[in-house]
């Protein structure tokens, strides 16, 4: 599909002189993007599979709590963050693009894009099945993880709610050209803020062809990231059903109404906003956790093969971190995690 465009940047990469500024690589077409499955908004807002029969899953036999963690890290949302707090925030992302990659991912030019890479890898596995909501919210704690302990980042982390700005994202000061730059793009590459002319080596899809961060922007979409939306994915009392809800619901609406690398399953990482989007989604299974304490030492739902979750069903980040099990990340303030939400 690409043939012509990548045998273009053979031709082009064979002699650069040293005294000449590289052109940033090009936008891909929007159609190369593919969307994320969404779930019609009607099924969301009116109950879908909830009007189903599903047992509230209940703590599994000889279930513990382990101990709370002792310093609980807060993330907080986007808008309560000071200006200072932002900036270190996307400092911390800079750094890592700057670094080396690990090397035990063949695809990544930084240790940035070591984190793209594993999700490119594991998107069969963690998309369209139950593992989605806690792969992620492990994944995502990994990301945090490597700001920190690589990039001397100590700041609160962000999360973007999503529901305050639902079909008028492009009024976020995170969409600004102090921050993460424009989102109404039409498929053109950023060009603004911390990350204008960004290149991207890692998709679309499971191929790898160097890009710009590119970004379509339609408001018709991030409507679905509504209060109304989550609230009718939280309303579900089975984990499977939420989050099958959650996937296709404010997951994928904030993906595809961002667009272009953010719309596409496989290599949305690349756009430094995954991160507070992907906090949002994890913040959302929070509060459906909240609401029940059982939610905390219980999983229901099957994996990409039909095999059925448990609370000792491994989660695999290929080496970001090391494996844990189900049980060791419901609950976020307990000691592997360690972090709660503001609101």
Known sequence: MHLSFVS?????GGSVSASVTPRAAPALPVPDYAKIKALPLDE????GNRNKIFA???????????ATCANVQTRVEWDNLSASDRTAFLDAIVCLQGRRPSGRYAQARSRYEDFVAVHQNLTPNVHGNSKFLVWHRYFLWAFEKALRDECGFNRPFPWFDETRYAGRFSQSSIFSGQYLGAIGLGGRCVTDGRFANL???????SSNVPHCLNRDGQASITAGTSAAV??????????SDMAGCS???????????IGAVMSDMFSSPSDPVFWLHHAFIDRNFRI???????????????????????LDTSINIQGLQPDVRIRDILDTTETTLCYRYNY
């Open 44 to 47: 969301i807002l009116n109950g």
């Open 56 to 66: 509230e899953p209940q703590a599994e036999p000889g279930f513990s709590i382990a």
């Open 8 to 12: 273009a940047l053979l031709v082009l």
């Open 247 to 257: 996937e296709g619901g404010a997951h994928a609406n904030g993906h595809n109404g």
């Open 230 to 239: 989550v609230n009718g994915c939280n309303a579900r009392g089975s984990y």
């Open 199 to 205: 290149q991207c080596n890692i998709g679309p899809g």
């Open 288 to 310: 459906w956790q909240n609401a029940d304490s059982n939610r905390v030492r219980s999983i229901n739902g099957n994996d990409r093969f039909g095999t059925p979750l448990t």
